[in-house]
């Protein structure tokens, strides 16, 4: 009896096991996310050799926890974005995060940049590992999602798309005392365009440009945007004016557009919204599938953030905290 009893406890013990085993809540488990692990011992590993780095040490000294929870969460998405690479079969090679990296560091001195980053407590590990989801998400999104690609040769077509609506008056004005001489330097502007600063030195003061301004149509001085606006380049119109105590000579040099080096962070940031705009979704569905667990010392993870035990959600109206579930 004590020997069937025996093998029943046993048996209970053994259903157990397999039972708890398939609540992914392993104490030395720090996050499961799909069939992977990511283990407390490496978590622990990740955090300390950040650690190691003095001015990370002193950025996250007295909250460490948060170093770990930033670490975890990093590690979590790097296994997310390692499983829709292999979904979607998009590859980035470490030469193209290499490349990203220097793109977006530009003349700045990379050491300068890391140290200030350090002081965040964040890593040139982090940094690589940042850039290289960035670029899955950019693969993936002009692969699947019909996002336009990031690439030069994509900036400068979308450059020359919108060039034409960028278009900027390049002008001046000057306040003359009569119509007499308000025509006769309106003339000579026409007759020699480059010559507007020496015209405007002779006429100073507030309601006379010293130099040559841009600005784009309906940003143009109140009273002079309609003439200068219909003014051909190269060409002056006047302008009586009786709050500047005379009459405006209003002149259009021409049309300004920006250079595409100009226009290039723009270019950038919209390419990248686009990006992130097609790509979230499509990730979205890698997350759902992956059934990711984080273990609730570390905090909640949702909506692909990992949010530090306590962090509730923020009532705005009443200005209180909600603890988090």
Do not use: K, W
């Not at 400068?156 to 060039?163: D, L, S, T």
């Not at 006429?203 to 003014?231: I, V, W």
């Not at 226009?263 to 950038?268: A, F, T, Y």
């Amino acid at each position: 009896m004590l020997t069937s009893r025996a093998a029943r406890t046993g048996a209970a013990v053994a259903l157990a096991a397999v039972i708890l085993s398939g609540c992914r809540s392993a104490p030395d488990v720090a996050a499961y996310v799909g069939d992977e692990q990511i283990t407390v011992d490496e978590l622990q590993s990740q955090v300390d050799a950040r650690l190691q780095d003095p001015a990370i040490a002193a950025a996250v000294e007295g909250r460490e926890e948060d170093l770990t929870v930033q670490v975890l969460g990093l590690l979590v998405e790097a296994e997310v974005h390692d499983a829709a690479a292999q979904r979607y079969d998009v590859q980035v090679a470490d030469a193209e995060v290499t490349r990203r990296i220097e793109e977006l560091l530009g003349a700045d001195d990379p050491e300068a940049v890391y140290g200030r980053l350090a002081q965040q407590g964040i890593a040139p590990a982090d940094i690589r590992e940042s850039v290289r989801q960035q670029l899955v998400r950019q693969e993936i999104a002009t692969d699947e999602g019909g996002a336009e690609p990031l690439d030069e040769a994509a900036l400068r077509a979308r450059y020359e798309e919108v060039r034409e609506t960028l278009g900027e008056v390049e002008y001046g004005y000057v306040t003359v005392p009569d119509q007499a001489t308000a025509d006769a330097v309106a003339a000579e502007l026409a007759a020699d365009p480059a010559s507007y600063p020496e015209v405007a030195a002779r006429f100073p003061g507030q309601f006379t440009l010293p130099d040559l301004d841009r600005r784009p149509p309906d940003e143009l001085p109140g009273a002079l945007a309609a003439p200068l606006a219909d003014a051909a380049p190269g060409t002056a119109v006047t302008v009586p004016v009786p709050q500047a105590g005379g009459i405006v000579v209003a002149f259009r040099a021409g049309t300004a557009y920006p250079s595409f080096e100009e226009l290039r962070p723009r270019l950038v940031e919209e390419a990248g919204q686009q990006v992130e705009a097609a790509a979230q979704p499509l990730l979205e569905e890698v997350r759902a599938g992956l059934d990711i667990t984080v273990n609730p010392r570390y905090g909640v993870y949702e909506e692909g953030r990992l949010l530090p035990a306590g962090v509730g959600v923020v009532d705005i109206l009443g200005d209180e905290t909600t603890p988090a579930e």
